[in-house]
């Protein structure tokens, strides 16, 4: 009941203060704002009051117009990038040394021994293509069953306007093909060796003990021991150094290639698979401590019988979070499941690039690939179960659709760390100190006297910082809410002569206007029921006296007929109210009650 009063005393002073009406509440505002150009309305003549309502309201435009563009250029959240140069003592980065050639040709001989015979058969029918110069007929059959992965064609172009399609291993040709040179498409051997355990892929590979035959960090010495073994699909065994999952990273205390770390590696490049390494020489990358090495994408190659020095710059990459850019913190909220994750390693976004493609390799194909990691209960694909899986991953791969959905769901780190490198070359060794650097390496390798490496089989590697200055690549908020406030305040004071204080009376005028328009609905509603009333009863009503004289008259009707019983009263003359009436009279149009009144005065 206490609200109640409140509320109608709040109401009857905002009906006392501005007015009634939507006129007095205007007139009234115009009056008492401190803004330049409605005062000028009110006080002004006819002809000035005219001038000075056009300028107000073509300002007040304007004034709208601004606030529109600064507030939708504060919600397009955009960043400026600040460069900042520092110097500390600094991570060395992980590095991950692979050989180009994945697998021992020794070791993996007998099982590819078909796709052998098979390419040198196809190798010869190229250079023969007539039928008849082929192989002796004498020779075993060839496994055609591969041919179907590995489809081989010669463009027959002596006519140019019908060039004819040759298939390598059938005698009819097939005519209508567009004009080019002959192509090879040659299963590589991992996709053969797939199906092969893994310990034993890793077994066929070559060893840390026998690939890194020197190893100095700084002026301490290490060895394979140091590194850890990872298995890549492209390169087979790799090992990381300084990769920081079981032990601290290691730092480096001063630039330069005396604190660096020194790798001689050997490549065994005599046995190598013939028609799948075309490059030798060691693949390597640099990058950060837990994360995974993408070789294909981000490796470099190191060339055989050379020394290699890799200066290292770093950048270090800050990213504004959302809403100022679509990046992630640790891969948490990007909805596809890293398959990364089985290394332990951080998230990036060539994983969940790669996981995403592996994700709908095995909803369209049934199988994954072998360059990408499985999750649990999936094989990879192969010839014998899969028979078409080479046709539906050629089509997923050119497929701009899957292509466009795993870039929308994946998402780069907000924090990333980039190494840029100088790099430089020279023989190694020379011809004046081959010879005893190969007898100390060589005893090194097997504690044998005899020389077992030569120049293409040895490589050494110098990577080090080229300095300690470091680059901050940062982002910061171009738009901030100091900024968009000031601007506003900026804009209403110049064109319309305001302040904040000014806002809260145009505020105040709106709530006012608000109030007068729930008086107003609220009378509405009131007299609509009263006009519902009146239609209802369209006599007046009776008086008290009226009412008195009419209720004596019938008790005298009743005890004259005497046989009526009171129950049984004979029923109201028209026009006459019903005994209720008091109960259904309209009541007068007050809603402020006696206790404001009483209040104002």
Known sequence: MNLKKYFIRALHRLQKGPGYTYKELLVWYCDNTNTHGPKRIIKEGPKKKFIWFFLTLLFASLVFWQWGILINTYLSY???????????????????????????????????KELDRLIEAALERILQPTPGNGSDSSSPPLDLGLWHQIPLVLIDEHDKDNPVILDIFESNPAAGATRAPATARTATSPAILSRVPLQERIRMGYQAEDMILACLYGAEPCNYKNFTQIYHPDHGNCYIFNWGMDEEALNSSNPGAEFGLKLI??????????????????????????????????GIYAMAGTETSIGVLVDELERMGYPYSDCTMNGSDVPVKNLYSQYNTSYSIQACLRSCFQNHMMEICGCGHYMFPLPEGVNYCNNEDNPGWAYCYSSLRSSIRHRQICIDSCKETCNDTQYKMTISMADWPSEASEDWIFHILSYERDMSTNVTLDRNGIIKLNIYFQEYNYRTISESAATTIVWLLS???????????????????????????????????????????????????????PTVSELVEAHTNLGFQHEDAGALPRDEALPPEPGTPPPNYDSLRVQPLDVLGPDSDAESE
């Open 78 to 112: 955009n960043v400026t990038s600040s460069l900042s140069i520092g110097f500390k003592t600094m991570k060395f980065p992980a590095v991950t040394v692979c050989n180009a050639n994945p697998f021992k040709y020794s070791e993996v001989k007998h099982l590819l």
């Open 265 to 298: 590696l050997d490549i065994s490049q005599q046995d190598y698979i013939p028609y799948l390494s075309s490059a030798a020489g060691a693949r390597l990358m640099l990058h950060q401590q837990k994360s995974f090495p993408f070789l294909k994408d981000q």
């Open 487 to 541: 601007s506003l305040g900026g804009q209403f004071g110049f064109w319309m002569g305001g302040s904040v204080l000014c806002l809260i009376e145009f505020g105040e005028i709106i709530i006012d206007s608000l109030w007068i328009t729930v008086i107003n609905v609220i009378g509405w509603c009131k007299g609509l029921k009263q006009k519902r009333a009146q239609a209802r009863y369209p006599d007046a009503p």
